[in-house]
């Protein structure tokens, strides 16, 4: 809560709550409800206070936290790093790449890295990985490095410019557009679940061979051939014998950010979150920057320290996957639905990473309010860092657009340049984020055509379903959303969060609206 730091501040320089009042243009009761937390100051008053008593955001907002040594855990809860998936050791050359992407000065020491990947498991090969890994955060920044990406949310803020906010629509019509969002994000991960971990040279003929493409329908166990493998127990065949929408990290998240805000509240802080991962989910659940994250809470780190030790996978779409929640609460508001993400995002994620989280939260908060992809991409924009390497590719997105590329030509230019089947490609944030934001603009607004592009250009298809259907879910409302697509769900989503399991969708649209309301 900030009310007691902005207490402490005012008195030690001894000024007058009037006197604060009037540098910030607001009412002495208004900075009387700060100080007893009945009510938070908005991003641009927090940016004005930060820069007043020359602090931190970060610290302002009482985020910096000495990480302790140690903390107690049940040893059920405590799992074996190695066996997770994720040592460090077998992942040097993701580290390298990612080191190298963020503009280290390593390059020189490739052929190195490359040597020490190729030898066996082994006590040697552990000790050199971990000389290796301090070899990378020890390196200066490359002279030539254009970018300019903090991970501090003052520092975002001060590269970027934040929206003020706008009135949200009246009730009736903000809950179905929060129907349509919930709806979008479940529909699209279904979608594009089967096809999670195909390659687009593979997937394209595969659809169109059983009349599925350009995508219009769920994919089915009928679907598959000897050269058309999709994921068997995610088709629709799969969703419809349980009679409810299926378990997946896509839509977890936003359920979790659902359970966040009944337990914290809006002022929830990154360690908060942190620990419901711990408390509320099995840890198997938990993928790539997540995973790691998830073990590093484990071992008494608090973020943001949990996002970037041996952590390979800080840039890529994990965060972007858990925003979608902060913009449904936080309507005509892409400022406020921004910090929120960056708050989830930071606990798992760097730069870019965070950055991700904070456009599609941002842009779905503005759905809320126009319907005008093109504003609505552009609205995600001033809410990350122009400075940064997701910004310059979404906004060359968005220009491509504007001046007339056809969605085919902006495909084989996007397909030139990433890879779906390289690792680090296929899941790193700007290379979907880039693929969310062509979805948007090029589907107009219409739902069927949205998810549809977004999940035929491959890549992380579910997740980018997922993404593009809470958008342009939010942007139509549900009762625009053909009923193909959640009919097979009877209005029921299965989670792996333990306090809510399986779930009504109604129920989750009354409690988000609850949450908006309750601001």
């Known amino acids: 809560m900030i009310g007691k730091k902005l207490t402490e501040l005012r008195k030690t320089r001894a000024i007058t709550q009037e006197s604060l009042a009037e540098r910030l243009d607001v009412s002495r009761q208004t900075i009387q409800k700060w100080e007893s937390d009945a009510a938070t100051p908005d991003v641009s008053n927090l940016i004005i206070l930060s820069k007043l008593?020359?602090?931190?955001?970060?610290e302002l907002?009482?985020?910096?936290?000495?990480?302790?040594?140690?903390?107690?855990?049940?040893?059920?809860?405590t799992p074996d790093y190695e066996n997770m998936g994720g040592a460090f050791y077998n992942q040097l050359l993701l580290e390298f790449q990612q080191a190298c992407e963020e503009g280290k000065d390593i390059f020189s020491l490739n052929g190195l890295f490359t040597e020490i990947d190729k030898l066996p498991i082994s006590r040697a090969?552990?000790?050199?990985?971990?000389?290796a890994y301090r070899m990378i955060h020890s390196a200066s920044q490359r002279i030539d490095y254009p970018y300019n990406e903090p991970s501090e949310i003052g520092s975002i803020m001060l590269l970027s410019d934040f929206p003020v906010a706008e009135k949200a629509p009246d009730r009736d019509i903000l809950k179905d557009k929060i129907h349509g969002a919930w709806l979008g994000r479940i529909i699209g991960c279904d979608l594009g679940k089967p096809l999670e971990g195909l390659h687009r040279k593979d997937m394209i003929p595969g659809l169109t061979a059983c009349g599925n493409y350009p995508i219009h329908r769920y994919v089915t166990a009928d679907d598959a051939t000897d050269s058309f493998k999709p994921n068997l127990l995610a088709t629709i065949d799969a969703i419809e014998k349980a009679k409810a929408a299926a378990v997946d990290d896509d839509t977890n998240y936003t359920a979790m950010a659902s359970y966040l805000i009944d337990c914290h509240g809006r002022n929830f802080t990154p360690y908060e979150l942190a620990r419901l991962w711990v408390d509320v989910q099995i840890k198997e659940m938990y993928c790539s920057a997540e995973q790691v994250a998830f073990?590093?809470?484990?071992n008494g780190y608090r973020p943001?320290?949990?996002a970037t030790r041996y952590n390979p996978y800080r840039e890529w779409v994990g965060a972007q996957i858990r925003a979608d929640y902060y913009g449904y609460i936080n309507p005509g508001d892409p400022a406020a639905a921004a910090e929120y993400a960056f708050r989830d995002a930071s606990i798992s994620h760097v730069k870019n990473g965070i950055y991700g989280a904070m456009f599609v939260a941002a842009m779905i908060s503005r759905a809320s309010v126009s319907s005008d992809t093109s504003d609505i991409v552009r609205t995600g924009l001033r809410c990350i860092p122009k400075t940064s390497r997701l910004y310059k590719a979404a906004a060359e997105v968005l220009a491509g657009y504007e001046n007339g590329i056809s969605y085919s030509e902006w495909s084989v230019h996007f397909n030139k340049k990433w890879n779906d089947e390289i690792q680090h490609h296929w899941c790193h944030?700007?290379?979907?984020?880039?693929i969310v934001t062509a979805a948007v603009l090029y589907g107009k607004g219409d739902f069927s055509a949205s998810i549809s592009l977004a999940i035929s250009e491959g890549f992380d298809t579910d997740c980018n379903g997922a993404t593009v259907g809470s958008v342009v879910g939010m942007i139509?409302?549900?009762s625009a959303i053909p009923e193909k697509w959640y009919k097979p769900f009877h209005g029921r989503l299965r989670t792996s969060i333990n306090p809510i399991g399986t779930v009504s969708i109604d129920e989750?649209?009354?409690?988000?609206?609850?949450?908006i309301e309750d601001k």
């Open 429 to 434: 944030v700007i290379s979907n984020a880039c």
């Open 476 to 478: 139509c409302g549900a």
């Open 61 to 77: 907002l009482g985020m910096k936290v000495k990480p302790k040594k140690s903390m107690r855990y049940p040893s059920e809860k």
């Open 508 to 515: 989750l649209v009354e409690k988000t609206m609850k949450h």
């Open 53 to 58: 008593f020359g602090i931190t955001m970060d």
């Open 304 to 306: 943001p320290d949990t």
């Open 295 to 298: 073990v590093n809470i484990l």
């Open 125 to 131: 090969k552990k000790d050199l990985s971990e000389i």
